[in-house]
């Protein structure tokens, strides 16, 4: 690149590096998110507390943003719809980890309301952790939509509604993508 077709892309306005980005300009989404990859950085390091898994959420960030450019509406701040990307992402792998972490624990809540009972045996805890792996592998092969949405609803104990509204969708779309999430989850658990 050359150093005048740099200095463009700094005084470009956003809008300008948008536009020429869904004419598939690499180059003018680079710029556009090169500006706001640091700040990114810097607020998703508070969800991850490890600068590694950070870095990592920036990278998902820019790949759903370029993916995801016709989802952005002009007369709305880049930067504004870029950090909530990130955000978002950065909330769903807190709350899938803390979904693993009870799915391979017995005896720690399995929603906002319910309690396991710890096992009294150790072939009653042998048989938990076992059920537990299985499900955690039937979880692990949904789509990442399918998994969201139960962590959210099941996890997190938020209702239909909430979640719609969290993800920008209807409450009814959320009942169906949780009717065949648990379908599907079904099936898997009962062919393993």
Same mark, same amino acid.
């Given at each position: 690149m050359r150093k005048e077709d740099t200095r463009q892309e700094l005084t470009?306005?956003? *809008?300008?590096?948008?536009?020429r980005a869904r004419s598939?300009? /690499? *180059?003018a989404f680079g710029a556009?998110?090169?500006?706001?990859?640091?700040?990114?950085?810097?607020? %998703?390091?508070?969800?991850?507390?490890?600068? =590694? #898994?950070?870095?990592? @959420?920036? /990278?998902? +960030?820019? %790949?759903?943003?370029?993916? &995801? $450019?016709?989802?952005y509406k002009d007369g709305h701040r880049f930067s504004t719809w870029f950090f909530r990307i990130g955000v978002n992402l950065a909330i769903s792998a807190r709350r899938r980890t803390q979904l693993e972490l009870?799915?391979?624990?017995?005896?720690?809540?399995?929603?906002? #309301?319910?309690? $396991? +009972?710890p096992p009294k045996t150790p072939i009653e805890a042998l048989l938990l952790k076992e059920d537990a792996t299985r499900l955690q592998s039937a979880l692990g092969m949904l789509p990442e939509r399918y998994r969201k949405i139960l962590a959210l609803r099941y996890? =997190?104990? $938020?209702?239909?509604?909430?979640?719609?509204?969290? @993800?920008? +969708?209807?409450? &009814?779309?959320?009942?169906?993508? %949780?009717?065949r999430a648990k379908q599907r989850l079904k099936e898997d658990l009962e062919e393993s």
């Open positions: 470009e306005t956003d *809008e300008v590096l948008v536009d598939a300009d /690499q *180059e556009l998110v090169g500006r706001y990859t640091p700040a990114l950085e810097g607020i %998703l390091f508070s969800f991850a507390a490890d600068r =590694d #898994h950070a870095k990592d @959420l920036v /990278q998902e +960030t820019v %790949l759903r943003a370029w993916k &995801n $450019l016709d989802r009870r799915l391979m624990e017995p005896g720690t809540p399995r929603g906002p #309301h319910e309690r $396991l +009972t996890g =997190d104990g $938020l209702s239909c509604k909430e979640i719609a509204e969290m @993800l920008e +969708t209807t409450a &009814n779309t959320i009942s169906i993508i %949780l009717f």
